[in-house]
């Protein structure tokens, strides 16, 4: 019997998988390709490299430029989507009937093409863009920014109407199945949990002498979220803070000098924040938005030790007793008191085990995801 085949077209270069959205993507297609299936990827490329690890793991891999410029900030298309569009992957799907999974709305410009009507099609949904960037526009300083972000969310909401035209959506977070299900009123939403690294835990028990936040600083809600930590949290406590991630702002740089206790590592590889997620004696991930699931709150539990979140970033991911939870500055400041010097112990590993492999397992939850699309 021949192998089942799959188009997966991605909004980005899946590897190397270090940011949030392309780890989802990337170990999908690693667990669906040790699956038994051939999988067809097809990415929109703009600044990340071809990649022979994609080559390898794929039966094709085809790369097309993303159409930036000014001319699709004034498209009635959301800007993600308008510059995902290309007439070389609508020919390249054409050549053969096999099911096509869209990673994101960014990738869903040919969902509802005509010459794709009858096609088996699956949208992977990796947040209600139009919150998300909602959000954005609200943390945003830059004015001209704002703007964007404030007229994208307004057009996604328009586009997420699309969906419809999917055989079956693949929700990241139960959050979101309830809205795509309930709200929307979509039939055939499932929840499917994001795939990520790890295929065990590997949190030291012991103690660390560090609090660390990781995460993307050019993103608006990460650098929100550091700043949060420097001037409202470790601003008064003498628990050293690392905060690592590509591109800090200059303003979360100048706030971090000021105080002894805080540093910033800018554009640290994927080595060096797996090895500080580890050794810290505590991962702290505030957000101020809660759509989808960050995945590098999936990191911190594989393989960190004590985890400081607030009520957004865990709120129905199924993560909340892996997690302490600390809504106010007074209260995250007496847990990390609390937490400075308190062992992980390996009870605390086991109940970690526990909780992630319910829901996070990577083997059980492709399974459910060959199901599907078979």
Avoid: W
């Amino acid at each position: 019997m021949s192998k089942k085949s799959i188009h997966i077209i991605s909004f980005d270069v899946p590897y190397p998988a270090n940011y949030g959205g392309v780890i989802d993507v990337f170990y999908k297609i690693k667990a669906l390709t040790e699956g038994g299936l051939n999988v067809h990827l097809h990415c929109f490329e703009y600044g990340r490299s071809p990649s022979e690890k994609l080559s390898q793991l794929c039966a094709s891999v085809t790369y097309y430029k993303r159409k930036k410029g000014i001319t699709h900030f004034f498209s009635n298309l959301p800007y993600i989507v308008s510059t995902r569009q290309s007439k070389l992957l609508l020919k390249s799907l054409l050549n053969d009937d096999y099911p096509i999974l869209f990673e994101g709305l960014h990738s869903c410009y040919l969902l509802n093409h005509p010459l794709l009507e009858n096609r088996t099609k699956f949208v992977r949904s990796h947040n209600i863009e139009h919150d998300y960037y909602t959000g954005l526009a609200k943390v945003e300083n830059n004015f001209f920014k704002t703007i964007f972000f404030s007229r994208e969310a307004k057009k996604l909401k328009s586009f997420q109407k699309n969906l419809k035209s999917a055989s079956a959506i693949f929700a990241i977070s139960h959050k979101d199945t309830e809205y795509l299900s309930r709200y929307c009123k979509y039939e055939n939403v499932f929840y499917l949990p994001a795939f990520h690294a790890y295929n065990d835990i590997t949190v030291k028990a012991g103690k660390g002498n560090f609090a660390l936040y990781h995460g993307n600083l050019s993103v608006g809600e990460n650098n929100e979220a550091a700043l949060y930590l420097v001037n409202q949290i470790f601003n008064s406590i003498f628990f050293p803070l690392i905060i690592a991630g590509s591109s800090p702002s200059s303003e979360l740089i100048k706030a971090a000098q000021n105080h002894s206790n805080i540093k910033v590592e800018a554009n640290a590889p994927v080595e060096r924040i797996n090895q500080l997620i580890a050794d810290a004696q505590i991962n702290i991930l505030p957000t101020f938005q809660s759509t989808g699931i960050k995945l590098k709150l999936i990191a911190a539990l594989f393989s960190g030790r004590h985890c400081i979140v607030n009520s957004p970033m865990v709120v129905e991911t199924g993560l909340e007793n892996a997690c302490i939870i600390a809504d106010s500055p007074d209260e995250m400041k007496k847990m990390i008191n609390q937490l400075a010097n308190t062992t992980f112990t390996e009870k605390e590993i086991e109940k970690r085990k526990n909780i992630l492999f319910s829901g996070f397992s990577n083997e059980k939850n492709i399974l459910t995801l060959i199901n599907l699309i078979r």
